[in-house]
């Protein structure tokens, strides 16, 4: 059957051919093909601009864009669902509109850009990114999701004539740390707008269509399953690739699931590791020392390496992943090459491209080589000498030369491009990276090899998701260059193949918001819409649609619980009177008397922590429980922190000095009485600890001991009463004299235990109701109560408002200008003069500490602290701004931000003040890609502070920070 044939629906299938496909159709058929062109022109032009056959999902998104509706694409890593964002394109440039193209990083916006410049002209396509702003006023733009929504909250002109806007890897908003800037864009584009989003392949399509249809009016959902080049999963088995499923392996219309389903793993595998599984057994069966396992046995015997010895040497180095230069050579002898191996770590990137350099691997031709040279030096030639040379550039090329290199965020991002430019272009065959590789660039490989299915995720070490196997795997397969991709997992020691199976197999990968109201957001909704119409706006985010839909779950369960104690209180009825009256008498009792006990242990929990924070050298105390329970006598406080638990140390009734921790206090302590602990009190020293027991005996013989003095008071009065009270209503109850009281009473504990979870349900729910717009109103109170909102005049409110009108105030609208982790804190700084008056080098140094965060891979040969004592000066103010900030947040229940971090303030200082790029790195444990990155971040806070400080009636600061950006744009930042 012919391509023309394939269309489906109404017509054939439309394609890009040299001949005349009409010919070869009936009457009828060319009929409906001849409707079809005339029903979507534009995408009928667009489809015969480009040399492949357009696959359905495209060919539908492209028919929705043409009849004015918004789209949702999900589709697989490399499945082309860019070919509906650049015909929203198109179509904006056929139709004298203007299109916006958002990504959510940097390097996707250039490439982007780069892609649609050749297409359109240089003329008609702009790019805004933090740091670049190229012809922006272009009908076409590319520019980074948080440019396009700090221009919907300053209503620039730029948005005039906006028709389409193109979401790209719009799964982003699930991002903790900045997906709120898509919900904020699509909340807030005009309703004339069409959104186009692109999406990976998520498991909850359908909702997070049907929310944008809400929001955004008709969003038509297009989904496909389908990979473009199959993709086939093998595990690295030492120097051995072996298929991860037995028998046939995905094609283009099957889906991982579908092979699961349908294949076992390969018995290779299952093999394996049961081989494995046996000499690890055998091998904790083994003696250790020198009669047992170790090199004295490599050689017993013969004298040669053999024996059983050797046999367990092989089996052991079987389940050993090779070393990077043996895998690449078996991924080369398996035609394997070019690859992308995902490390989850970039120190973990470089370090294996430098063992692939020791280990001799070549995977170059002269011709690659050459070209190789070309691309480095067009991306370098502005680098001075002593740049490169600081860079260790010449290493980088090295490992280019051979057809290796490493991808992640720590690099320069010149040498990134490098080696995406040579990657593309096929020029170097293996690249170690980090997971951000996977995010939109595009860099498809033949195979992709994942050495660990484990990651650090920011706080322990996970297993990685389906979604995240999913995600890097997608990778595998270039379109039109490759008929097939490759997965391979490395054995590891312990590598279950089913699991690798599971991850395979599984595509659960659901969208999950993560917006949550700021400061800056607020006073933005409210100066541009007011008050009220915020909340109806931030009540259609995505965040409290998925919250809203969790509760019908929620009311199911209640009713169905309503039944069950319908039942319950039925077979508890009692002739003497009102059964559930009695029963919820003693229901009462035993919830007043189980809080008490909680308020009880949590206030005593508080207390004991205070208490023993407030302990001071020499107290006497009686240690309430554990193994050193009675009296002791305080040596150190063991208070380091305000973040940590103190561990004071103290010298026992047994003359034991230990060092306890808050499970020996679950109540608190009071000293009742003192002793004086010597200045050079040393607790080590035998004689030392003679005198001090001394003393401490002798002391405690005139102190008075009496329990009182020292341990826990009683239950609430009031609580106390209260229970009485009940205990009297429930004895006078007639229920209280049946003789079948227990066995009704079973029936009446089983209904009221349903009540309190019926109580807890439906107190849930109404949390999740408005939980967003709540969020914002205790927003709101924080921002009033420190003047950057404040009440319209009363006669202005509107009568049954749910919540007083707001006007935003003069430091407000500097607020509306900081995009920042710390809006409200770098706010307040301004509006307090602390960031007047500074030189430009020590305003960096300041304004870093609100914008750096460091790596928990930090390491430091001493502790980071400010340039000088005029900068010291500023940021203790800027603490104790956090500080009062903190405390409102905590009366107005609002999780308090992040902390500063001076482990930038040097290197912003001296940076900004002309120190040379090597004098600046030598004086960071920063990769040069992160010092880059970190600059450009301090230069775009000083921009806002700028514009904050023009709005702030603050000349002078604001040429100061236009001083931060211009002398910090230097060098290899400015490249």
């Known amino acids: 059957m012919s391509d023309a044939r394939q269309f489906g629906g109404d017509a054939p299938r439309p394609v890009a051919v040299t001949h005349d496909p009409d010919a070869e159709l009936g009457p009828a058929e060319r009929m409906a093909l001849f409707r079809w062109k005339q029903r979507y022109p534009h995408t009928q032009a667009f489809m015969s601009e480009h040399s492949f056959t357009f696959d359905d999902f495209q060919r539908q998104a492209c028919e929705h864009i043409e009849d004015g509706h918004g789209v949702l694409v999900a589709a697989p890593t490399g499945a082309g669902k860019t070919i509906a964002g650049e015909f929203a394109v198109h179509l904006a440039t056929a139709t004298g509109k203007k299109a916006f193209y958002t990504t959510p990083i940097k390097a996707l916006s250039n490439q982007k850009y780069n892609d649609l410049v050749d297409r359109y002209g240089l003329e008609h396509v702009g790019l805004l990114t933090g740091d670049t702003s190229i012809n922006s006023e272009a ?12 221009m919907i909250y300053a209503q620039s002109p730029t948005l005039t004539g906006l028709g389409f806007v193109v979401m790209d890897e719009v799964h982003y908003l699930a991002d903790r740390f900045r997906g709120a800037v898509w919900e904020e864009v699509i909340i807030g584009l005009a309703d004339s707008v069409q959104l186009v989003a692109l999406s990976a392949t998520v498991s909850n399509a359908e909702e997070f269509g049907e929310w944008l249809s809400e929001v955004r009016g008709q969003v038509d959902l297009v989904v496909s399953e389908r990979r473009p080049v199959p993709l086939y999963q093998h595990v690295l088995v030492g120097r051995k690739i072996h298929d991860l499923f037995a028998g046939e392996a995905p094609t283009a219309t099957t889906d991982a699931s579908k092979v699961a389903a349908h294949h076992d793993v390969n018995p290779a595998l299952v093999q394996v590791a049961k081989q494995e599984a046996r000499t690890v057994r055998d091998d904790s069966r083994r003696p250790r020392g020198k009669r047992g396992r170790g090199k004295r046995a490599h050689g017993h015997g013969s004298g040669s390496y053999g024996g059983a010895a050797h046999r367990s040497h092989r089996e052991k180095s ?76 010449d290493t980088f090329t090295e490992a280019l030369l051979r057809g290796v290199a490493s991808h992640h965020a720590g690099m320069l991002p010149a040498f990134k491009e490098c080696v995406e430019e040579c990657f593309t272009k096929n020029l170097i065959k293996v690249v170690f990276a980090t997971e951000t590789l996977a995010l939109g660039i595009n860099m498809p490989a033949r195979s992709v090899v994942l050495e660990k299915l ?30 097939e991709g490759h997965a391979v ?49 931030l009540e259609q985010s995505f965040a409290q649609y998925q919250s809203d839909r ?66 001071r050298p020499g107290d006497i105390i009686h240690v309430p ?95 106390s009463a209260e229970i009485a009270d009940l205990r009297d209503q429930m004895r006078a109850h007639p ?38 717009a709540a969020s914002f109103d205790r927003i709101c109170l924080v921002l009033e109560s420190l003047g950057y909102l404040a009440p319209l005049d009363e006669t202005s409110q509107d009568e049954g408002a749910t919540a007083k009108e707001l006007t935003v105030t003069a430091p407000g609208r500097a607020l509306s200008r900081i995009y920042n982790e710390l809006d409200l804190v770098a706010a307040e700084a301004l509006r307090r003069g602390v960031f007047s008056g500074l030189t430009a080098p020590r305003l960096a140094a300041v304004l870093s500490t609100l914008v750096y965060e460091s790596r928990r891979t930090d390491s430091r040969q001493r502790p980071p602290r400010m340039p000088d004592a005029e900068s010291q000066a500023r940021y203790d103010q800027l603490r104790s701004i956090h500080r009062e900030v903190g405390l409102a ?30 004098a600046v790195l030598a004086d960071t444990a920063l990769s040069a890609g992160d010092f880059v990155r970190w600059v450009r971040q301090v230069i775009d806070f000083a921009d806002q502070i700028g514009k904050a400080a023009a709005l702030a009636e603050d000349p002078a600061l604001r040429r100061t920070c236009r001083e931060v950006s211009d002398t910090m744009r230097r060098g290899v930042v400015a490249f």
């Not at 009177?577 to 007043?592: N, Q």
């Not at 229940?893 to 290197?907: Q, S």
């Open 139 to 150: 009908p076409v733009v590319v520019m980074t999701t948080e440019v396009l929504r700090n």
């Open 625 to 719: 429980t554990g193994r050193h329970q009675g009296w002791a006598v305080v040596i150190d406080t063991g208070v380091r922190g305000s973040r940590e638990e103190p561990h004071p140390q103290v010298l026992t009734g047994e003359r034991h000095v230990k060092r306890l921790t808050m499970n020996d206090f679950p109540t608190p302590v009071s000293p009742v009485g003192r002793v004086r602990i010597p200045k050079r009190f040393h607790p080590k020293d035998a004689h030392a600890r003679r005198s001090l027991f001394a003393a401490f005996q002798h002391r405690m013989e005139t102190i008075d001991l009496r329990p009182e003095r020292w341990r826990p008071g009683a239950m609430d009065e009031a609580v």
């Open 454 to 483: 484990v990651k650090f995720n920011g706080d322990i070490h996970a297993d990685i998701t389906p979604g995240e196997y999913t995600q890097l795997t997608g990778r595998a397969g270039r379109r039109g260059i490759d008929t």
């Open 550 to 615: 969790s509760v019908v779950g929620g009311v199911r369960t209640v009713e169905k619980n309503r039944r069950r104690i319908e039942e319950l209180l039925a077979k508890a009825a009692c002739e003497n009177g009102d059964f559930t009256e009695y029963a919820r008498l003693r229901s009462k009792i035993g919830e007043l008397e189980a809080d008490a006990a909680r308020a009880r242990k949590a206030d005593k929990r508080a207390e004991a922590l205070r208490s023993v924070i407030d302990l």
């Open 318 to 393: 079987h389940f050993r992943p090779p070393s990077r230069g043996d895998m690449i050579r078996s991924l080369d002898r398996a035609d394997l090459l070019p690859a992308i191996v995902f490390i989850f770590s970039r120190q973990g990137c470089d370090a294996a491209v430098k063992q692939v350099l020791g280990s001799g691997v070549e995977l170059t031709d002269a011709a690659e080589r050459a070209a190789i040279i070309e691309i480095v030096d067009a991306h370098t030639s502005g680098l001075s000498p002593a740049d490169l040379a600081a860079l260790d550039a």
């Open 489 to 537: 997992v490395l054995w590891q020691p312990g590598l279950d193949p089913r699991a690798v199976a599971g991850l395979a197999s599984r595509r659960t990968y659901p969208l999950r918001s993560s917006f949550a109201p700021t400061y800056n957001m607020a006073v933005n909704l409210v100066g541009t819409v007011g008050r009220g119409r915020a909340r109806t706006l």
């Open 889 to 918: 947040e905590r009366d107005f229940r609002i999780d308090r931000g992040r902390d500063l971090d001076l482990g930038f303030a040097e290197a912003a200082h001296d940076w900004c003040g002309g120190r040379p790029l090597a």
């Open 735 to 772: 229920c209280h004299a049946c003789p079948e009281r227990e066995t009704h009473a079973r029936w009446g504990e089983k209904a009221m235990a349903l009540e309190r979870e019926n109580e807890k349900l439906t107190a849930r729910m109404e949390r999740r109701t408005n939980t967003i």
